[in-house]
């Protein structure tokens, strides 16, 4: 399945959330909905996503730079470090005591 899916499944423990997420080969964005932060942290730095979007599925904006893992895609679009590869970088030396 391609496209914005929202699949309700029961879970037992974070650790099963964890594992089934990131079963998947792709890896574009995924979302949680908690209030609690140490949980937030947690669920974040463990999911194989390039967004993990928090009580929001509507976060994101141009000025962040967004990709994704995995089958989804490898570099960022969108913000500084978007911008950054289609950008040509130039050295200039100048001695003006010669």
Do not use: C, W
Not at 7 to 18: D, N, Y
Not at 23 to 37: K, V
Not at 51 to 65: A, I, K, M
């Amino acid at each position: 399945i391609f496209g914005p899916v929202a699949p309700i499944l029961t879970f037992s423990t974070e650790e099963e959330v964890i594992e089934r997420a990131n079963h998947s080969q792709y890896g574009l964005a995924s979302y949680l909905f908690t209030r609690n932060l140490v949980r937030i942290l947690r669920l974040s730095d463990s999911l194989d996503y390039g967004l993990v979007g928090v009580n929001d599925v509507g976060g994101y904006t141009h000025e962040v730079p967004f990709g994704g893992f995995k089958e989804s895609g490898i570099g960022r679009e969108g913000g500084r470090r978007g911008i950054e590869e289609y950008m040509e970088e130039k050295t200039i030396v100048i001695n003006l005591n010669g």
